[in-house]
């Protein structure tokens, strides 16, 4: 007889005393695990190239003339097609990756090691908002930023890292939420946080002032310079929970812009998908809802660890950014409550009392009481080679969280 | 005639409209007004030797030190009972100063200017909390510390200042407000968007690596490296409003550690003052409310301003430094606007779906509500040479208030 209660106990445990701590950087072929050069990771649950969303082609289109494998994005295109190069989730290789969320074997990585459970995830440097490759864009501005995150800024940040003995996230985060942070679409205080802490090595470390100058000054200006270690740090978290006999626990949820997938901590490595939504938006001048992708990206692992959108209660600015009023940012984590299992230990909610924010998924939850988890998430046009559009909430589909709690019934013969 | 809500709405305005940037920073005696080898600057209004606090005799003693005319205590005593040493407050020399405040002549000071109306204020280099100058410690480590600062730090952190243009305080203010900052007592996110905008200039202006490494890890780890700045950026504003015929807005509100003093738009520089009170406070291990100086410093600048403790809805996480809850931190901005004359344009408070900050403080509000305004503050040791032991929440005894306001009916035949 499994003990469900026990298992989830067990499970958000893990997600909570994971003590995430981002050590280094390395190219992705050298840490990620199963990584090969025809090897190129995407977010959400799988997908054929045939289905992937306009922003996904737009960002492997952008990895193959980055890898220097395609000079233009129409001979990308033949090798995309050609089923050369083989595609796979980020989450099934411990990596995560905002938005279109590709990895391409040289791309350089944040390496995140659970001091805890000892477990690692790995996620790309983080490009900055607009056209960006993550959100599909591909033009030359963006390759050559790519090249600079890879050749500069990655190595001067694995030797600041080193020289500062890694930097603890769960700490950091604890910090940022106190701080107006929702751990997810507002990372101003955690990229300042981080930057501040590792500006010292940098200015050591670096090959010469101008590069220190320069590394620092793209971290400071980029409020989403830690959104990619903090997103390896909530993979390390809820990986440490995953594959526990008997739990309702929601380990994973991730978008590829087609479909949203989940899985649960109970029935192991199995995706349940259903339509990605459309996100409900406030979009940058000149764009409007018809541009708009829909929802993608692993950035959900944060909601899944219990921060993001269920710690919306301790952001109240982020509306000015996905729309809203702060007292609906109050009234999402209140819900949130209702669908998870725990209060977090170490991410708490000033305005609250200093309540913990909402933690673990419970499936169970979802379904009896019609209530979906909220995410916060940014926009991608829908077209490859644009860019971002905007920002706002989301939701998953209901079906997923039904076809999981069938398909626990029918494992586990309740 | 006089038209009291004409006159007030010109004060608030000019505190609203006035648009501090810090330039640079140079030694007091080359800037700040008035300033001479003999002269001695501390917080709030005008004190002799004899009725100074601990803190602020601590804090003389450590800046004669400090100044190299005398070796010990002992030497410094004499020095400062002889009448050689002139004392001034800082209000009179556009200077602010925290706690002690004291400024002596080669201190090194930021130096802001108010770009909307010209005017210019002073403060000094921020130590850092615990045993430090401005609460009256005096000891070596203390000495080395200033000198440091003075040799070391100013200089690079005028180089870079000078290299960014100068950091426009009122917009970085806007920004921390949103990131749980209340402007005084909490300059968390403060002091790492300060931190941030200049350390790329830092990497590129200090002498070498290491000084670049010192400096910026000096900055990023103190919470209140912002803290002059700002009190010196709420100078210009209340500044810009002062000496205003007719008004009834209060301009100045600062403590000595043995008075409270406040002066009033249209009473010009006259000072208005009572008792220091003591204050509620959170104390350090080992302290107690015995250990406890008066309230001390014109750090209360900032909530003359319109931010600190008038702005603690948006800064609920401050309430772990200096006691209560976070629905009273809440309550005391709702208070604030009890006494006030308007709602800040440019501070808001997103859990108040960004509502202005209360701003300008109403001396006929305060009689005819028997409200007081509410200050955020550390707590020193009343013994010279000690050190910081807390930190809470004071008011300014009301006798102020009224003296002020029959002062203002005489003035002008009400």
Not at 65 to 88: D, M, P, V
Not at 281 to 301: E, H, M
């Amino acid at each position: 007889m499994i003990n469900i209660t026990e298992a989830n106990k067990k499970v958000v445990e893990a997600f909570m005393e994971a003590r995430p701590v981002v050590v280094g950087t390395a190219k992705a072929i050298e840490v990620i695990p199963g990584m090969h050069k025809d090897l190129y990771l995407h977010a959400g649950p799988p997908i054929s190239w045939e289905r992937m969303a306009g922003p996904m082609k737009g960002a492997m289109i952008g990895a193959l003339i980055f890898e220097g494998r395609a000079k233009t994005a129409e001979e990308a295109n033949k090798l995309l097609e050609s089923g050369q190069i083989k595609f796979a989730p980020c989450h099934e290789h411990a990596s995560v990756g905002p938005m279109a969320g590709v990895i391409s074997p040289s791309m350089a990585v944040f390496i995140v090691e659970n001091k805890t459970h000892g477990n690692k995830a790995y996620s790309g440097m983080n490009e900055g908002r607009g056209k960006v490759l993550r959100m599909g864009a591909y033009s030359p501005e963006v390759i050559d930023r790519m090249k600079w995150l890879n050749d500069v800024y990655a190595p001067t940040m694995d030797a600041a890292l080193k020289s500062a003995g890694g930097v603890d996230i769960r700490s950091l985060l604890g910090k940022a939420l106190h701080m107006g942070d929702d751990g997810h679409n507002r990372l101003d205080a955690a990229s300042l946080l981080f930057t501040t802490s590792l500006a010292p090595h940098i200015a050591k470390v670096a090959k010469n002032a101008a590069t220190a100058s320069d590394v620092v000054r793209f971290m400071g200006e980029n409020a989403l310079t830690i959104l990619n270690p903090v997103m390896a740090a909530c993979k390390t978290m809820t990986d440490a929970g995953a594959n526990i006999e008997g739990s309702t626990i929601v380990t994973v949820m991730a978008r590829n812009g087609t479909d949203f997938g989940i899985r649960v901590s109970g029935l192991g490595d199995r995706w349940f998908t259903g339509p990605a939504g459309q996100v409900k938006a406030l979009y940058f001048p000149g764009f409007t809802v018809k541009d708009a992708n829909p929802d993608i990206g692993d950035s959900t692992i944060t909601e899944t660890a219990g921060i993001g959108g269920f710690a919306m209660a301790t952001a109240p600015a982020i509306v000015t950014f996905i729309s809203g009023t702060a007292k609906d940012a109050v009234q999402t984590t209140m819900d949130m409550y209702e669908i998870t299992y725990a209060e977090h230990k170490y991410f708490t909610i000033p305005f609250l009392e200093f309540r913990g924010t909402p933690t673990g998924v419970d499936i169970r939850k979802v379904v009896e009481k019609s209530m979906l988890p909220r995410v916060n998430t940014g926009v991608a046009h829908k077209d490859p080679g644009v860019g971002q559009v905007g920002a706002g909430v989301v939701t998953p589909p209901m079906n997923i969280f039904e076809d999981a709690l069938v398909a626990f019934a029918e494992k586990y013969g309740i």
